[in-house]
C-alpha cells in the first residue's frame, strides 16, 4: 500500500503535477516570506509572560507610558575636556535631534539637564549627555538604525567622540545585528551547505537538486509564518527567523541526503527510475517521516515555555519542519525521476551493478566495533560521561550589556564612557507603579535601597494608582542590576497597603531569567517523554527506546560540556543566556535523535530478515556515509549562526554543532552499533522482532566462529 502511494507520487504524470503544485505554492509564498520581518514582534511584551511582575507594570503604566517609547542617551566625550564651543554647539543640535523622524517628546540638552540639577556633564569636564526619546511604533525595529545614524551626523564636532547609549542606542546595535538576516545568513548557509554537497556527491549537477528544494521549503515556510503571525496572534522575532532559516536547510538537506542515498540503492536493483523512486521512497520516507515528527512534535513542547519569545520559537520552527518534510518527499522525489539518472554524472549507479556501501569505510568500522563490542560501548560511554564535567564550568546565570555581543557596539562604547566618568545611564531605571495614599512611604522605602538614585516625585497612573521612578546605578542586565530589582521588591512589597510592583529594564531582564529557569526545569522532563513514545511507536520496543535516550541525553550533555569549556578558555565569553541550556538541548534532542532514528529503522528492517547483529552492520554500512554526510551539513549550518554577533546565538551554533558532530561520529556510528552488536535481539524487548533460530552466522564473531545467537 505505501509503495503504492510513492509510486502515484512520482508517475511519469503526477510527478509533473507535483512540480507545478510547488512552483504555485513558491509563487503564492515568496512575496509573502519577504516581507517576514514586517511582522516580527521584538517588544518586551512579545517575551515575558503576563503573570510576571515588569509586565504588570508595563501593562499598569501603558496608558501614561507608551511602550513604544525608547529612553536614548547621546553621549559626548573629548579627552582633556569639553570647550565652550562644544558645549554650544551640543545645546544647539539638541533642537535639531528633536526634529529627526521618530524623536518623540522633549529633547534633554546637557546643558539644560545641568540647569535642573541632575548631571547632564561629568564632574571632570569631559562628557556630556543629551537624553532623547525615540518612538517608531510597535513594528518600527528597522527604523531606529536610520535614525541612529541621522543623530551621530548630527552630533558630530570635530575633536569629540559621540556614542549612542541607553536603551536606544542597545535597540540600534541589535537591529544593526540582525540586519540582512533574512537574506544575508541564508546566503551564507546555502553556500555552506553547496560546498559540502559538492564533496559529498562529488557530481557538478546532483548538488543543484536538493538546493532547489531546501530554498522552495524555506520560502513557503517563510511565508506560512508570515500568515500566522499576521493573522493568527503567531509571536516572530528576530531570534526564531534566524533560526528558522537555519533549521530548514540544514533538516531539509538531510533528508534529501537520505533519499537520494536510497534512491541511488534502489536505481542499482531496478531498471526503470519511477519504480526505483517508488520503492526508495517507500523505504526511506517512514524513517524522514519519524524524524519529522519527532522534531516537530519536540519543538511544540516550546508552547508550554512561560517566556513568550521561546512559546513562540517552537510552532514557527514546527511549521518550517513540516513544510520541509513535505517539500523533500514529494518536490524532490518528482525532480529526481524528471532527470533521470545523468544527474548523477560521473558515478551513474547503473542497473545491476555493486553497492559500493557493503565494502566502505562504515562497513569496516562496524566490523571492528563487532569484535568486541561491550569493551568499545563502555569506553565510549565513559569518555561522553567525562566530557559531561565540563558541565560544572557552564554559568547560565546571564549576560550584561557589554558581554552580550561578540563585537564592541557603540552602545557598549557609550557606556564604557558614562562608568569611567562616574556618570549613570539614567534611561535604565526601576518604575514602581503603587497605590496613591502610599506614595510617600513606597518612596522611603526607595530611598534605603543601595544602588537606586534619589526617586523622583509620584506621577499619576490612574485615580487610585501612581508610579515612581528611581535611576539603578548598574548596568541594565548585569547581576548587580538583579540584586537591586530584588531589594527593590522587598523594600516595597513591605510596605503596608501599597499593592507596589515593580518593573523596568532591568526587571524585564530578571523575570526573563527567572522565566528561563523556569523553562529549563518543566520544558526538558516533557521533551524526553515525548520523544521517547514516539521512539516506542516507531521501534515496536522499549528497551531501544531507553537505550537511544539514554545516549542522546549522554551526548547533549558532552556537547555541552565541552561547549562550556571552549566558551571560556577559548571564545573568552563572560557565561550564558539562562535560555541556552534549553534551546541547545531541544535542538540536540530534537535533531541528534534523527540520526539513531535514520539507524534503527534501517536495522530494524534488516533484522527481520538477517537478524539484529548482521543487520546492524548493514544498517551501519548503508547509512554511515549519509548520515555523516548530513550531520555535517546541520553542524555547518548552525555553525553560520556565528556570523551574527549575538553571544547566544555564537553559543548556541557551536554547541550544536558540535552535538551533531558527537551524534552521528561518535554516538550513532559506534555507542549504538555497539550496543545492538551486544544485546542482539533483546534490544527489541518485548517485541517478539528477531526471537526466532538464527539463519546464518555473524559475519565477525568474537571467537573467529560463527554465532549461534542472533
Not at 499619576?460 to 548585569?478: F, H, L
Not at 529549563?520 to 516506542?536: A, M, Q, S
Request: glycine share 10%.
Amino acid at each position: 500500500m505505501h509503495r503504492q502511494i510513492a509510486g502515484r507520487l512520482t508517475s511519469p504524470v503526477t510527478k509533473w503535477i507535483v512540480v507545478v503544485f510547488w512552483i504555485a505554492m513558491f509563487a503564492a509564498m515568496g512575496s509573502l516570506s519577504s516581507k517576514l520581518i514586517d511582522v516580527q514582534n521584538n517588544e518586551a511584551s512579545s517575551w515575558l509572560p503576563e503573570s510576571a511582575e515588569s509586565t504588570k507594570v508595563a501593562d499598569e503604566l501603558s496608558a501614561t507610558i507608551d511602550p513604544n517609547d525608547i529612553p536614548t542617551l547621546v553621549v559626548y566625550n573629548r579627552e582633556g575636556g569639553l570647550t565652550d564651543d562644544d558645549r554650544a554647539a551640543i545645546t544647539e543640535q539638541a533642537v535639531e535631534l528633536g526634529e529627526i523622524d521618530g524623536v518623540t517628546g522633549e529633547v534633554l540638552s546637557a546643558e539644560a539637564a545641568a540647569a535642573a540639577g541632575f548631571g547632564g556633564y561629568s564632574e571632570d569636564g569631559a562628557v556630556a549627555v543629551t537624553s532623547l526619546t525615540f518612538n517608531f511604533g510597535a513594528n518600527g525595529w528597522n527604523d531606529i538604525p536610520d535614525a541612529a545614524d541621522e543623530i551621530r551626523d548630527i552630533a558630530e564636532i570635530d575633536g569629540v567622540t559621540v556614542h549612542l547609549a541607553g536603551f536606544g542606542g542597545q535597540a540600534a546595535d541589535a537591529a544593526e545585528s540582525f540586519e540582512g538576516i533574512d537574506t544575508n545568513l541564508i546566503l551564507i548557509t546555502l553556500l555552506v551547505v553547496i560546498v559540502i554537497l559538492l564533496f559529498t556527491y562529488r557530481s557538478p549537477i546532483l548538488w543543484l537538486l536538493p538546493i532547489i528544494s531546501a530554498v522552495f521549503a524555506y520560502t513557503v515556510s517563510g511565508g506560512v509564518v508570515y500568515l500566522l503571525a499576521k493573522y493568527a496572534d503567531l509571536t516572530v522575532n528576530g531570534q526564531s527567523q534566524s533560526i528558522l532559516g537555519i533549521l530548514v536547510i540544514g533538516a531539509g538537506t538531510d533528508y534529501a541526503l537520505l533519499l537520494v542515498a536510497r534512491y541511488r540503492e534502489e536505481l542499482r536493483r531496478h531498471e526503470d527510475r519511477h519504480e526505483a523512486m517508488a520503492f526508495a521512497l517507500h523505504r526511506a520516507a517512514p524513517a524522514i517521516l519519524a524524524s519529522a515528527a519527532t522534531v516537530v512534535v519536540g519543538l511544540l513542547c516550546l508552547v508550554f515555555a512561560d517566556l513568550n519569545s521561546t512559546a513562540g520559537l517552537g510552532p514557527v520552527l514546527a511549521v518550517g519542519v513540516a513544510i520541509t518534510f513535505l517539500v523533500m518527499v514529494t518536490l524532490l522525489p518528482a525532480l529526481l525521476v524528471i532527470v533521470g539518472r545523468w544527474v548523477f554524472w560521473p558515478k551513474r549507479p547503473t542497473f545491476g551493478s555493486d553497492e559500493p556501501n557493503t565494502t566502505g569505510f562504515w562497513s569496516r568500522v562496524g566490523q571492528r566495533i563487532d569484535r568486541r563490542p561491550r569493551r568499545v560501548w563502555v569506553v565510549t560511554a565513559g569518555l561522553l560521561a567525562i566530557a559531561c564535567l565540563g558541565l560544572f564550568r557552564l554559568d547560565a546565570s546571564g549576560l550584561s550589556t557589554e558581554d552580550t555581543y561578540t563585537k564592541e557596539f557603540d552602545s557598549i562604547k557609550g557606556q564604557k564612557v558614562l562608568v569611567e566618568h562616574g556618570m549613570v545611564d539614567n534611561s535604565n531605571t526601576v518604575q514602581v507603579v503603587t497605590n496613591t495614599e502610599a506614595a510617600g512611604a513606597v518612596s522611603e522605602a526607595l530611598g534605603t535601597v543601595d544602588g537606586l538614585g534619589t526617586p523622583l516625585e509620584p506621577k499619576p497612573v490612574s485615580d487610585t494608582r501612581v508610579y515612581v521612578e528611581a535611576t539603578i546605578d548598574a548596568d541594565i542586565s548585569s547581576t548587580a542590576a538583579f540584586d537591586i530589582v530584588e531589594a527593590t521588591r522587598d523594600a516595597v512589597h513591605g510596605v503596608d497597603g501599597a499593592d507596589a510592583l515593580v518593573g523596568g529594564g532591568s526587571a524585564f531582564y530578571l523575570d526573563t531569567k527567572v522565566a528561563s529557569n523556569r523553562d529549563n526545569v518543566v520544558i526538558i522532563p516533557i521533551v524526553l517523554v515525548v520523544v521517547f513514545l514516539i521512539l516506542v511507536l516507531l521501534l515496536r520496543a522499549l528497551l531501544a527506546p531507553l537505550l537511544l535516550m539514554l545516549t542522546v541525553v549522554l551526548s547533549f550533555g558532552a556537547a555541552l560540556g565541552i561547549s562550556a569549556l571552549l566558551f571560556e578558555y577559548v571564545f573568552g565569553f563572560a557565561g550564558s543566556d539562562p535560555s541556552f541550556p534549553l534551546f541547545t538541548f531541544v535542538f540536540l534532542v530534537a535533531l541528534g535523535i534523527d540520526y539513531n532514528i535514520f539507524l534503527m529503522t534501517r536495522v530494524r528492517e534488516e533484522a527481520a530478515v538477517h537478524g539484529t547483529r548482521q543487520g546492524s552492520l548493514i544498517a551501519l554500512g548503508s547509512t554511515g556515509g549519509v548520515i555523516t554526510s548530513a550531520g555535517l551539513v546541520l553542524a555547518a549550518t548552525f555553525l553560520v549562526l556565528g556570523t551574527i554577533p549575538l553571544v547566544f546565538l555564537a553559543e548556541l551554533g557551536v554547541a550544536v554543532a558540535l552535538g551533531v558532530l558527537l551524534d552521528t561520529m561518535i554516538v550513532r556510528s559506534v555507542l549504538v552499533t555497539a550496543l545492538n552488536l551486544d544485546l542482539g535481539g533483546r534490544i527489541w524487548w518485548p517485541s517478539s522482532l528477531d526471537r526466532g533460530p538464527v539463519t546464518g552466522p555473524s559475519p565477525t564473531d568474537q571467537g573467529g566462529e560463527a554465532s549461534l545467537t542472533r
